[in-house]
Nanobody, 126 residues
């Protein structure tokens, strides 16, 4: 059974950092792309980053490039998202999703993913 479990969220002060984890099970992680999305309260889900199976290609939208870093450890079946300089606007539920590949613009569409985690809440507040 394919399963994705996010962790690492919580309450953080503005300017702080977090590392989110996405633990995968039920499939061979190295064969699939993993993306991170987030959904702020009352807003639509937005793509943050995508990393292909081999970890040699990553994608970010221009709005987050430089503050977000995606990485993966296939041996540990885990994908990470590091977020720096957190601001209140980063408050959201963060999700990871499993897909076939990362391609320009294609990866931003949530309908292109086969499985999703339940999400982890990130709250940025002083």
């Amino acid at each position: 059974q394919v399963q994705l479990v996010e962790s690492g969220g919580g309450l953080v002060q503005p300017g702080g950092s977090l590392r989110l984890s996405c633990a995968a099970s039920g499939f061979t992680l190295a064969y699939f792309a993993i993306a991170w999305f987030r959904q702020p309260p009352g807003k639509e889900r937005e793509g943050l980053s995508c990393i292909n199976g081999g970890g040699d290609a990553t994608f970010y939208p221009g709005s987050v490039k430089g503050r977000f870093t995606i990485s993966r450890d296939n041996a540990k079946n885990t994908v990470y998202l590091e977020i720096n300089s957190l601001q209140p606007d980063d408050t959201a539920v963060y999700f990871c999703a499993m897909g076939d590949l990362c391609l320009r613009d294609y990866w931003l569409r949530s309908s292109n993913y086969n499985a999703w985690g339940q999400g982890t809440q990130v709250t940025v507040s002083s």
